[in-house]
């Protein structure tokens, strides 16, 4: 009889994972392309403009992931503390409100 061995199914990536790996993909092709454009046409004017533009995309994904996580992480937190998460629970200064 043979046994049939079952396969680890591996957990879908999140969406914003997805986002952060999308935009550092497409920020390394620009800073390649340009380069290699730079180097074909002995022109340094791309810097000032591609480089710049496609790092400001990658910062707002980059925010935008770790903002996330830091909520998901807090939240898994009080969870683990069982404190139960609710709209007070998240404040300005970053703290627990126990009010």
């Not at 396969?7 to 879908?12: D, G, N, R, T």
């Not at 993909?25 to 290699?36: E, G």
Request: charged share 20%; glycine share 6%.
């Amino acid at each position: 009889m043979a046994r049939r061995r079952r396969k680890k199914q591996k957990a879908p990536w999140e969406f914003s994972k997805k986002i952060v790996v999308v935009v550092f993909s497409i920020n390394i092709v620009v800073i390649v392309f340009s380069i290699i454009m730079m180097w074909r046409t002995c022109d340094l004017s791309p810097m000032a403009y591609l480089i710049p533009a496609v790092a400001a995309e990658t910062a707002t994904g980059t925010g935008f992931y770790y903002s996330k996580a830091k909520v998901e992480n807090r939240i898994k937190l009080m969870k683990h503390y069982n404190i139960e998460p609710s709209e007070q629970s998240f404040n300005e200064q970053g703290g627990y409100y126990n009010g």
